[in-house]
């Protein structure tokens, strides 16, 4: 897995890297669950299927990444993988299917760590470098 986290004065700021834009999301997905708890802790009990279609790339990493904040806030759900199936543009739309694993959240099993209010678009990017692609986000705190 490939995440790099950057100091922010207030907020979480990382990129994460895959080699296909799918991996990308998949470690921008387990980076935002590693800012509130220890993944390594989590038992992969429960899959929840997703399916989303945004109007653009960065409104589908949004969309994407604000499903995993639903789960913990609706269902207190955290999770230990994450794996994108399919990232594809239709008809003008931008449509992704993955699948998240995790359980339960437990404050003694999982070592809290940080509650995110929101994700953002502020220096929101995806790209390419070399030949990894890139998602860089900033969670709000």
Known sequence: ?????????ADVEYEAQGKTIEEAFENAAIALQEVMVNTKKVELKTTK???????????????????????????????????????????GVWKLEARAMGEKFDENKHEPRTAIKAV??????IGKKDSNFFVHVVLDI
């Open 1 to 9: 897995m490939k995440i790099k986290f950057f100091r922010h004065t």
């Open 49 to 91: 299927e997703i399916s989303i279609q945004s109007e653009d790339m960065k409104s589908l990493l949004y969309d994407f990444l604000e499903k995993f904040l639903i789960f913990h806030d609706a269902e207190d759900l955290v999770f230990g993988k994450v794996k994108v199936i399919k990232i594809w543009k239709t008809t």
């Open 120 to 125: 953002t678009y502020f220096n929101m990017d």
